[in-house]
Every structure is written in structure tokens, then in C-alpha cells.
């Protein structure tokens, strides 16, 4: 089994201490919550999507590391970005925890590469995956998401 | 027999085998015990040489199949004192003994407007099967609350108990905080205050850590699962006093545990057969008996000696470590430590530690309701067993340090 030491990089950890986008929108026009019913791990997100442009969004809630920097990061990555580019990324951050990633198809990844180490945790996959899941319900417009 | 781990843990293949390419380090008995060898040979026995069915008429190795799980039955009722063999049910485990009792006594005596008092230090075995009782005869919930070092605050007990309260179901021991309750002060007390109360003992994670005397404690119900005391899965007990056990309907209808059956009617037979319809886990039941032979062999005092001995060591241990808190701080408990470290998710630590080749727990125990009295989303929590050493111990120290260090650096 490769050493989960190589997962928690500096960026993860990182970004786990220090959230970026941490906090709640008042006026939102979009939200969702996440849940991973296996370890209890919970996710809200809110955001302002103007003209098809997600022009804010920030996210609560209690997890690990991995959940918690996962998040940031997707925050980072996607603010002021379309939905249609935000609705690939998502695709491509799944196919790169799966070890499917290939950026011809999928695109460049940026920081969220960091996420790469996961496909070797199995057990941890559903919580790097939980924001994602919640961010592409927010966009339907279905309020709740769920890893199991 | 003198007591020595080295010996002990011959028994155990496991203990031995490599991990990750590590040692492996088994600090998780109280998720499941790990079974001696003596067990998985003689449930192997019974498969190869001695499988049939039991209970099934004339032929001489059903009758002998019969007689070797009816043994362990007796076994069975020694360990737990029980007046009789009688006393004793084979269920699937801790859980389907509390459903059984709450699906048969529960639905016979809770009506509306009564109340089910738990407590709430419950692993959810203790407390779903109730809440779907009482949502479904409109009875009510209430708690005994646990105090900041991880006791039951028994200054309340007599406030929590009303003269609508109709059961008492609590556990004997604290899954997460490793608390030992005071059963027989505790039912003294409430049948005191009430004494048609009936009280259910979850003594699951007890039965491997201390002697149990169900008559002494003063029990109406007490159950157990096979796989925390070095035994298979899929074998659990419910102990039940004669008089309860003879006034209760069946709960699962079918072969095994019926007298006669016409189209008309059925009668059924006498407790345990009553509770026990359909095939049981033979080999399983048979394997459940030769675990308490195999802990028998053990001066119980040495065992406790051993595990305090452990627990004290890998407490002050962690302790040290910054921002590492212990949840359940009583004088008064088994090997088992809960903690929580600031800035550190319970998750990303049991991943770290799984890679040092140390096998623990994190998560919520399936105790929400406590981690939510503590105010944790989850915790690590290893457990040691009488086989456990100074190494595993010594392992799990050094392995949390490093990880908590790596998150602070
Ligand atoms: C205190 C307690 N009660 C009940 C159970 C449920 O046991 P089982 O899953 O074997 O039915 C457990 C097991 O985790 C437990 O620790």
C-alpha cells in the first residue's frame, strides 16, 4: 500500500488548517448539503451563479482533511468560473481519485492533482469526492447529496 | 497457569502475521476479539467430522450434533450464572437479542404514554430497537445522562424514572468511554423506586473484561455476542429469567419451536426452543463454547492485572501528546481509550496509523448520541485485550505522535 503520508501534502494540510471560502451566503441562489453516512462527515454549500457565472461560494460543515481541503480547493477552483467549465471539473476530479485521470480528455487539474494519492485509499475516496458531490446537486438543483 | 502473553498470543495466527509489510498491532478487540485457534479448529471438527442438523429425530449424529450444542448452552449459562439452562437463547447477537426482547416483552407490556428509560452512553443496538417501539405504540424516551469524565450521572436516575417507566435498558460496560457501570447498584436502586421494572443488561462489551453473575446483578435480561469474547460471529446470547422468558409470546414463528401445529392453531414449546425458530449457527453456538472454555483456563485477576496494567501504560502515553484528550475518565474502567486531538480529524489519524500497521477504530462507534454529548463528529479509540502487549501499546504511542506531529508541523 503506498504511504497515506504522500496524500497529506503541505497543500492539504494546509488548506485543512486554513479554509479557504469558509463561511455561509445570506442571499444565495444556490445550496446544497453533503453527507457521508459512513463517517458522519457533513457539508454545506451556498452560492450566487449570475449569468451562468458562479460568482461566490462558501462552504461549513465538519470533516477530515482530506473532506475539509477538498473543499477549499474546489472553492478556490471554481469561483468565477461558468458552470459549464465547473460541471467538468467536477468529472475530472472524479476520474483523477478513481486513477482515471487523463488531462487530454479531462483537462488540466491545477493544485487539485495534490488529490492524485487518494485512488491508493479506497476507504478515503467518498470523502475527497463529498464537496464535488455536493457542488454538481447544487447545480441541478437537488438539496441534498449523499456518498452512499 | 501463570499468565504469559508470550504464550497466549501463540494461539493467536494472526497476531503474528505481517501487515502493510509491518508487524501488525491488534488494538480493536472491542470492535470484534480474536479467536483462538482451539475455536476455529473445533468448529472445523464439527463441519468436517460431526455436521448435520440438531434437534432432528432418531439418527445418532443428529443426536450427537444435539448434544454438543447443547452443551455449549450449558457453558453458556455457567459463565453468566444463569439459575438454568433454560435461561439461556442462541441469537445472532447483541443486537437481535435486544430486538427479540423489545419485538416480544416490549410489544406485550408498552403502551401508550409509557416510558423506555435508556441511557446515554447506548451503542445504537440499545437504542433503535426501543425508539422503533415506541414510535410505534406512541410510548416515550428517556435518558440517563453521562457526566463530563464519562460516567452515568446516577444523582439523576431517580428524576429519569417515572412511575410510567417500564423498561431500564443500559449497558454494562461503555463501548467508547470504557465505563464500567454499577449494574447491581444502579437496579437495586430503580427497583426500588419501581418495582415491577423490568431491566435489559447489554453486556457486550463486559463479558470479555469482567466475571458476570446475572442473578447477583440482579438482571432481567442480559446479552451478549459471541465475537467479542473471542468467539465466531453470528452467535449472541439472551439471557432472560425463567419467569419473563415463560410469559412472553414467540417472536419468529416456524420450525424447531412449536409443540404442535394444526391449521386451527399452534402451540409452541417452553423457552429457550420457543425463541429459537428455524436452523440455529450450530457450529457457531458449538465454537461460542469452546471461546469460554479457552478464557476459563485464565485467572480472571491476572487477566485485569494485565489490561490495567496496558491501559495505564498507553493513557499516560498519549497524554503527552499536545492537544490530545482522553474521552471517559472513570476510576472504574476496561481497556478501552477514546481520544480526540485537536486539529486532527479521528479519519485522517486511523489512516495514518493503518499504515504503521496498527488496527484501531475511528468513527462514531455507533454511539451518535454520545459523540454528540461530547461535542466530537468521531473518535480514535483502541482497544486491548488480554492478549495485547507492551509492544502494541508502545506502537500506538509513537505512531499517533508522529502522525500529530506531522499535522502541526
Ligand atoms: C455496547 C455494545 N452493544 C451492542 C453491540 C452490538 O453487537 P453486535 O453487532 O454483535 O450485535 C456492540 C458492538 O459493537 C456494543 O459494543
Not at chain 1, 479506497?122 to 438539496?143: F, H, N
Not at chain 2, 450449558?74 to 423489545?102: C, H, M, P, Q, Y
Amino acid at each position: 500500500m503506498a504511504d497515506p503520508r504522500e496524500l497529506y501534502q503541505q497543500v492539504i494540510l494546509e488548506h485543512n488548517k486554513k479554509p479557504r471560502n469558509f463561511g455561509k451566503i445570506h442571499s444565495c441562489t444556490h445550496q446544497a448539503e453533503g453527507h457521508n453516512p459512513l463517517c458522519g462527515d457533513q457539508l454545506y454549500l451556498t452560492l450566487i451563479v449570475q449569468e451562468g457565472i458562479i460568482e461566490d461560494i462558501q462552504f461549513e460543515g465538519r470533516g477530515c482533511a482530506i473532506d475539509v481541503s477538498s473543499a477549499s480547493l474546489m472553492t478556490t477552483a471554481v469561483k468565477g468560473k461558468t458552470v459549464q467549465d465547473a460541471l467538468k471539473l467536477i468529472q475530472a476530479f472524479r476520474a483523477l481519485v478513481r486513477g482515471e485521470w487523463n488531462p487530454a480528455a479531462h483537462g488540466d487539474l491545477g493544485k487539485l492533482v495534490v488529490f492524485q494519492g487518494v485512488k491508493n485509499l479506497p476507504v478515503r475516496v467518498k470523502c475527497a469526492v463529498l464537496p464535488w458531490a455536493t457542488l454538481q446537486s447544487a447545480l441541478d438543483g437537488s438539496p441534498i447529496a449523499s456518498t452512499e | 497457569m501463570t499468565y504469559s502473553v508470550s504464550d497466549i498470543r501463540k494461539d493467536f495466527p494472526l497476531l503474528d502475521r505481517p501487515f502493510h509489510e509491518k508487524p501488525l498491532y491488534y488494538l480493536d478487540s472491542a470492535v470484534s476479539g480474536q479467536m483462538p485457534s482451539s475455536v476455529s479448529e473445533r468448529m472445523r471438527q464439527y463441519e468436517m467430522y460431526e455436521h448435520t442438523n440438531v434437534h432432528r429425530g432418531v439418527s445418532t449424529l443428529s443426536q450427537q450434533a444435539t448434544d454438543h450444542f447443547e452443551k455449549a448452552r450449558d457453558t453458556v449459562a455457567r459463565f453468566l450464572k444463569a439459575s438454568s439452562s433454560k435461561e439461556i437463547i442462541w441469537t445472532r447477537g447483541t443486537t437481535e437479542a435486544i430486538n427479540l426482547v423489545a419485538q416480544t416483552w416490549g410489544r406485550q407490556n408498552i403502551q401508550a404514554g409509557d416510558t423506555i428509560c435508556l441511557t446515554e452512553m447506548e451503542h445504537h443496538a440499545n437504542i433503535v430497537p426501543w425508539q422503533m417501539l415506541s414510535q410505534s405504540v406512541g410510548a416515550h424516551l428517556a435518558v440517563i445522562p453521562v457526566s463530563d469524565r464519562g460516567e452515568l450521572r446516577l444523582d439523576e436516575l431517580s428524576k429519569v424514572l417515572s412511575p410510567k417507566t417500564k423498561v431500564l435498558a443500559l449497558t454494562h460496560v461503555s463501548n467508547v468511554l470504557g465505563t464500567i457501570n454499577p449494574i447491581k447498584k444502579i437496579i437495586t436502586e430503580a427497583k426500588k423506586q419501581i418495582p415491577s421494572l423490568m431491566v435489559l443488561v447489554d453486556g457486550a462489551q463486559a463479558v470479555a473484561h469482567l466475571p458476570v453473575d446475572v442473578q447477583d446483578l440482579g438482571a432481567d435480561f442480559y446479552t451478549f455476542s459471541g465475537h467479542k469474547l473471542s468467539g465466531p460471529t453470528g452467535i449472541g446470547v439472551l439471557y432472560g429469567r425463567k419467569a419473563l422468558l415463560d410469559a412472553m409470546p414467540p417472536w419468529h414463528g416456524g420450525g424447531n419451536m412449536i409443540l404442535s401445529v394444526t391449521w386451527d392453531r399452534t402451540t409452541y414449546i417452553e423457552a429457550p426452543g420457543k425463541f429459537e425458530a428455524g436452523t440455529p449457527p450450530i457450529a457457531a453456538a458449538i465454537g461460542l463454547g469452546e471461546a469460554i472454555e479457552y478464557l476459563s483456563k485464565f485467572n480472571p485477576q491476572d487477566v485485569h492485572a494485565h489490561e490495567q496494567h496496558l491501559l495505564r501504560r498507553a493513557s499516560e502515553g498519549l497524554k503527552k501528546i499536545p492537544g490530545l484528550r482522553i474521552l471517559g475518565e472513570s476510576s472504574d474502567k476496561v481497556s478501552v481509550i477514546s481520544f480526540v486531538v485537536d486539529g486532527v480529524h479521528p479519519h485522517d489519524l486511523g489512516t495514518l496509523l493503518d499504515h504503521e500497521g496498527i488496527v484501531i477504530r475511528a468513527g462514531h462507534h455507533c454511539a451518535q448520541p454520545l459523540m454528540d454529548r461530547f461535542q466530537v463528529p468521531a473518535t480514535t479509540r483502541a482497544s486491548i485485550a488480554y492478549y495485547n502487549n507492551e509492544s502494541d501499546v508502545d506502537a500506538l504511542i509513537q505512531a499517533t505522535q508522529k502522525s500529530v506531529e506531522m499535522f502541526h508541523g
